[in-house]
């Protein structure tokens, strides 16, 4: 038996963040994680740091989400210095864009009220966009620049984040976590390939997989996986400067001429394939967007899991007994929320009062059909 003061499940972006923080503060840290810690949705995901062209309305999560976004300059800067890493972090914008009558509608109302919150947005007509990015599709009837949305490397991200969690001290561990062990009404540690590791928190950071965690207290249909697929191409020079995006999906360019695309939505279970019908959706999209990519090349294809929730909210801070604590659900989200979800879940761990009220974010929040 093996005492470790925090015990954290999964070592993606979320594992690997809380962890850091709380060995900042204090506190022994191992973290558990039964393939390659970072290899999962943390790899897979696209790195915009989009809450404004993400956001459905208004309210605590988008609150959430632009916190999250302020912190990052900082943050990038933090894990350069502990590890020497840049993970390229790019303050370049965003723009979405319309191809019809009722899309530029959609972009207009979304810019009058983000505007009104005293956010930067702004829409451009077609050629406004064409001078913003000369790539962009002639068919282009509108977009809505978001100049404060940016992109990050997740893949160089996790490498860093992994890296900074170690040298400061967390250690890791390989394993498959089966379940929560509890004890007189609370959580004292986990089931580790059958053995038994004691601590005095745990901390359910298992993405996709949280709910399969036996006594995490997530229910079944809570957390479920959300299959995307994506598609690498490469140029020689960056044709783009901004990320672009449609109703239909998204190009992300990287400095170095890569050019991420994606992606699907696909409630399809653990199934981790990429499809033809799946990457011809993408490149149609790309297409649109962007004709001019017509003759990259591709170099990469794969697919990944989003923590889908049902109200596309995550699972932050305490959950169902004293001692277990929940940060998942991330869904589509979750490179842009590490910094924040890293911060208060440790504080939630140390028994500070959060500097956000989680209450939001609560495993038992209601409605969720996903109860009845
Ligand atoms: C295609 C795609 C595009 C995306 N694009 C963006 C984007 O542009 N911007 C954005 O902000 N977000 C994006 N996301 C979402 C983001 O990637 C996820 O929300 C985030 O990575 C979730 O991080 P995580 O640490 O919770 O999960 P993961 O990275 O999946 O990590 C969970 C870890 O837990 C481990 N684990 C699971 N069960 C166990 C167990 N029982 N024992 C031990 N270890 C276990 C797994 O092996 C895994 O390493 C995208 C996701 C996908 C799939």
New binding site residues.
Partial sequence: MRVSDVIV???????CGIALRLRQAGARVTI????I??????S???????PQMEADGPGPFLDLCLRSRGLYPAFAEELRELTGVDVAYRACGILKVAFDEDATHHLESTVLWQRGMGLRAELLDGAQARELEPRLSPKALAAAHFPDDHQVD?RLLVRALTMAAARVGAEFRS???RGVVHEDGRAVGVDLDGEVLRADAVVV?????SA??QGAGVEARAVRPAR???IQLQTRLPLLERVLTSAKGYVVPRADGRVIA??TMELVGFDKQVTAAGLARILDMVLELCPDLASAPITETW?????WTEDKRPYLGVGPVPGLFL??G????????APITAKLVAQAVLGEKTTVDLAPFRYDRAPLAARA
């Fill in positions: 499940v999964g070592g993606g972006i979320m594992g558990l994680e039964r393939a810690p970072g290899a999962e949705a943390s897979a995901a696209a790195g915009m740091l989009a997740n394993g498959f976590v950071a298992a993405g996709s997989w399969l965690v995307g697929q994506m994606g992606s697919a990944g899991f989003r923590p940060a998942t991330h869904f589509r989200n979750g490179i842009l929320l």
